[in-house]
């Protein structure tokens, strides 16, 4: 294998960079050539190609988002614009691809294949949402944001005793909600993996209430929905002044914790070595300590279950 690509693509996430240093780094080592693609799939469409040397990937590791950009690209859903991005890869001399990104971007990877181009896959989205991996790159950045928002939130809400609805990213799942509020302390984490009731959550902080508690913290999952309507209801049944705050955006930057950057630097090694060997259609995941592979087809039938115990411990904790 002379020459492969990389690129990152779906929403970015802290330690996309630190991956790409790793995939650029152990290639050259390896006596590969990199060539990075800009904006996911779209640059593989467009041949938006640059060549990267070890000097491209210097002073990246620290940073938050992708030196490559990413996008969410329409035309690769269609069988003419993969054909013709694996046209553009063969006519550069591209002999495999690694791709980082979320499922979506490893439904393109399993497509791309079945055109004659092998991939790599390389977790990396905030949301921890992909199979057979206990963690993605980037998710671990996103809950100590959140938890740096939570202190925060929590100085207010002691201050004007006030109860604090907090909606968190996640899609439809709730790992980021779940670790943040154990770290954070909540009073209630709601995710969308757990059936709710509205009048549970006011029990608890009426509980709080009568033993002179008059804040709490209550986190939500954005693919719970209604922050709002969870807010207005504990005004009105509890009587506490209560606001929400949206998180948003701030979950996805940042520079990467340490060990977001120790897992991409991990994975991105990996995924080039599974090339090396001439696999075709792998995700590269973490087990316990362990860096393993898994056939990105299979691993998508998969499911990631949520700590369960971690839910139950948070609800005993802020009794
Ligand atoms: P995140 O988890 O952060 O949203 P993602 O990788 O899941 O990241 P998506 O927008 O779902 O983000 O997917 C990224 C891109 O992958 C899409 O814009 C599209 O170009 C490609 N893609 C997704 N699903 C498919 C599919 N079934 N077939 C071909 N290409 C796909």
Redesign the pocket.
């Known amino acids: 294998m002379k020459r492969v690509a990389v690129l990152t693509?779906?929403?970015d996430a802290p330690g996309m960079n630190a991956a790409l240093r790793a995939v650029v780094r152990t290639a050259i080592y390896y006596g590969i050539e990199v060539i990075g693609v800009k904006r996911?799939?779209s640059g593989l469409i467009k041949s938006d190609f640059i060549p990267l040397g070890i000097g491209s990937v210097a002073d990246i590791i620290h940073r938050g988002g992708t030196i490559l950009r990413t996008a969410?690209?329409e035309e690769?859903?269609h069988r003419e614009g993969r054909e013709k991005a694996v046209r553009n890869m063969v006519s550069a001399g591209i002999e495999g691809l690694v791709a980082i990104?979320?499922?979506?971007?490893f439904?393109?990877a399993v497509?791309l294949e079945k055109l004659g181009m092998p991939v790599v896959g390389i977790p990396g989205?905030i949301?921890n949402d992909i199979p057979c991996t206990q963690w993605t790159i980037g998710f671990d950045t996103a809950v100590n944001t959140v938890v740096d928002a939570i202190n925060k939130i929590r100085d207010t809400a002691t201050s004007h005793e006030r109860v604090f609805v907090i909606e968190v990213m996640g899609r439809k799942a709730g790992f980021i909600a779940l670790a943040a509020g154990l770290a954070g302390g909540a009073e209630s984490i709601i995710i969308p993996e757990k059936p709710f009731e509205v009048g549970d959550v006011i029990t608890k902080i009426m509980r709080g209430q009568n033993r002179g508690k008059l804040h709490s913290i209550i986190l939500v999952a954005e693919g719970v929905s209604g922050a709002l309507e969870i807010s207005k209801k504990i005004h009105e049944a509890a009587g506490l002044d209560t606001r929400v705050t949206i998180l948003g955006h701030i979950q996805r930057g940042g520079s990467p914790t340490a060990w977001d950057r120790i897992l991409a630097s991990r994975m991105g090694a990996e995924a080039v070595k599974q090339l090396i060997q001439g696999e075709r259609k792998k995700m590269i995941g973490i087990k316990g300590d362990a860096i393993k592979s898994y056939d990105i087809e299979w691993a998508l039938s998969q499911t990631h279950e949520i700590n369960m115990q971690d839910y139950h411990l948070s609800a005993i904790l802020s009794i």
């Open positions: 693509s779906g929403g996911g799939y969410r690209c690769f859903f990104g979320g499922d979506g971007t439904r393109g497509e989205t949301d």
